[in-house]
């Protein structure tokens, strides 16, 4: 028995914070954070999805707050910005946010935009980074085979680092994979593995060249471990827009891999409006210091979820809880 229910409830408080601008369909963020012996932690899967789904989200909270973090290897780690489907015009203030990060992340194949606003975007973020830059893109899988063959090329001249989940399953992402292999350019699995029922199935099928693991998701820290060690490919460890509480937890995983090849996506901390950490994770001159952090008290009272929301963490909390074997 890690923890009991009584214990975690005791300390559990949900907030509710606004987002600078939409990302991924939501404007307001809700997460629950609850204090264990190692510390704070953060339970917020996102609120539709099923207790099946959350109650890993619950087992990787749970993880990081009753269980010692494993060795870790580095003391910070390198991270991307996030560039959320705005406008072109907007591109530079959004990414004056991200101090001094080398390589960014630009969100595509938005439902209600076409490929030309995508074009737009990745030029823009192109232009703010220079030659020197690296960008990557994520189309969380809203590409079929042939949209996203047309998308990479017409997206290729921008010199791009790797494609993420460009389409929705395992079986397209191998397609999409041969099809662009002749151009050298990486295919990423993110949705593959952390929504999928076998999460090392993309690997097997080697329908990626890499995986984009995130702490929550996946069932925390140790459960992550396992399934990268399992996969035997490179990984990006990157956030489920989180606090800086369940940033915490991603980098402590980003920090306990044996390689971290490539820039993290855990600057996210960044599209929040404000956050919940007295010293909040976000980067200097593009790398976050790996530790934990201490919830404001202002923030919980300031940005306390209204009481029905509450009542509904609780109760999801409780349905998950009954879930797991603990
Ligand atoms: O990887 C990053 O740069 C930031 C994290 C990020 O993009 C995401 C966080 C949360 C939900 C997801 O839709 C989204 C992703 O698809 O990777
Ligand atoms: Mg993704």
Redesign the pocket.
Known sequence: MLASLTDILATARVVSIPLRQRF?GIETREVMLFEGPEGWTEFSPFVEYDDEEAAAWLAAALDFGWVPTPPLLRDSVAV?A?LPAVEAARVADVLDRFSGCRTV?VKVAETGQTLADDVARVAAARAYLGAEGRIRI?A?GGWNVDEAEHAIHSLAEYDLEYVEQPCASVDELWQIRQRVKYMGLPIAA?ESVRKAADPLLVARQEAADLL?IKAQPLGGIHAALDIADQAGLPLVV????ETSVGISMGLHLAAALPELPYDC?LA?VSLLSLDVAVDPLIPVEGSIAVRRVVPNGRVFDDYAAPAERDAWWRERLTRCYALLDV
């Open positions: 991924r991307n996030t992340k994520d969380n993110d984009v990157s956030s489920a827009l996506g996210t």
